[in-house]
């Protein structure tokens, strides 16, 4: 299984670009990067996954350089509502399923 | 699309008894559901992947016999704590991955258990 390495805290203020990069050394041929923002007491939220280049959507832009051993999930302009826990994960398929290992996390506070 | 629900979303239970929470895709079918246990500050911990009409697969140190999982249909998934205790007390949520496509996971809101 992939493992990816987060910073723990980020701190923003609001109207600000956050850049979050994540690590994945190990990561396989066949696996996707994707991020997921969890708020206390709930589940996770998917906000984006890529394989490769850069992927952008409604809320956030995701750049994966061409080694593919890093991530960066960039959140234009953030307000204090993105002030979450952001993690990273490593798609591992087994027998047809992706299985998700939870790192610890960037707890991001987005500050007035 | 790709909404997951749990029930309930909380439960406060007696110490001995048994709680069953119950995870749904509402708008895809499911041929995957995870159970992850989350304690309060700490990550999300993967306690066992389950399969439409086959045993689930459980992670190394989960009890199986205490953590009792069924995948009945495409769009349903139980977990039952038997004989809960104290430390049974924790953040449970579920996941359902969509059959096909590129194998997104999709979070539950999660149900808060606590036993007395």
């Known amino acids: 299984l992939a493992k990816t390495t987060q910073p723990i805290s980020m701190d923003s203020y609001e109207g600000q670009e956050v850049n979050i990069t994540c690590s994945h050394n190990?990561?396989?041929?066949?696996?996707?990067i994707t991020w997921y923002q969890q708020f206390p007491s709930q589940g996770p939220r998917f906000i984006i996954q890529g394989y490769k280049t850069k992927v952008t959507n409604e809320v956030a832009s995701l750049f994966i350089p061409a080694d593919r051993k890093s991530s960066t999930l960039s959140l234009p302009r953030v307000s204090l509502s993105d002030t979450a826990v952001y993690y990273c994960?490593?798609?591992?398929?087994?027998?047809?399923?992706?299985?998700?290992?939870f790192g610890a996390g960037t707890r991001l506070a987005v500050h007035p | 699309g790709a909404v997951v629900s749990q029930h309930p979303s909380r439960v406060i239970c007696k110490s001995g008894t048994s709680v069953k929470i119950e995870c749904r895709s509402l708008?895809?079918?499911?041929?995957?559901m995870f159970w992850y246990r989350q304690f309060p500050k700490q990550s999300l911990m993967l306690m066992a992947t389950s399969n439409e009409g086959s045993k689930a697969t459980y992670e190394q140190g989960v009890e199986k016999d205490k953590f009792l999982i069924n995948h009945a249909s495409l769009t349903l998934s139980t977990l039952t704590v038997t004989s809960a205790h104290p430390e049974d007390s924790s953040f449970y949520i579920c996941?359902?991955?969509?059959?096909?496509?590129?194998?997104?996971?999709?979070f539950g809101p999660g149900t808060r258990l606590t036993v007395l």
């Open positions: 994960l490593v798609g591992a398929f087994s027998g047809g399923y992706n299985k998700l290992i």
């Open positions: 996941s359902a991955q969509r059959a096909g496509g590129t194998d997104t996971q999709y």
């Open positions: 708008d895809f079918q499911a041929t995957t």
């Open positions: 190990n990561i396989a041929t066949n696996d996707y």
